[in-house]
Nanobody
């Protein structure tokens, strides 16, 4: 069974940057998405990159270029680069995987999840 392990969370100042990593066993077989859950809100999709390199942007911040997904199949790792972070970005960030070349923005379309990593944006 595929395993996902996130890393890279922590405390960052407003306006700063942070890169999250998601180690995925046999990444080449999986489409991977990043989600986040901020306090008081449901888990929401950020972005997804499929096995064939197709990228979907789900969060307005992704569309504005603040959040960028990328993957390195050779390293079995998916990244989420986050720039110009704001206090409202504080939350738990998750990577999720599905064995298919299609991206979806629904939580229930991803059977495999990491444990989550806390990102706190505060001065």
């Amino acid at each position: 069974q595929v395993q996902l392990v996130e890393s890279g969370g922590g405390l960052v100042q407003p306006g700063g940057s942070q890169r999250l990593s998601c180690a995925v066993s046999k990444l080449e077989d999986y489409t991977v998405a990043w989600f986040r859950q901020v306090p008081g809100k449901d888990r929401e999709p950020i972005s997804c990159e499929s096995t064939v390199g197709e990228v979907r942007l789900y969060l307005l911040d992704s569309e504005e270029g603040r959040f960028t997904i990328s993957r390195d199949n050779a390293k079995n790792t998916v990244f989420l680069q986050m720039d110009n972070l704001r206090p409202e970005d504080t939350g738990i960030y998750y990577c999720a995987a599905r064995k298919n070349y299609l991206c979806y923005d629904q939580v229930n379309m991803y059977p495999y999840w990491g444990q989550g990593t806390q990102v706190t944006v505060s001065s």
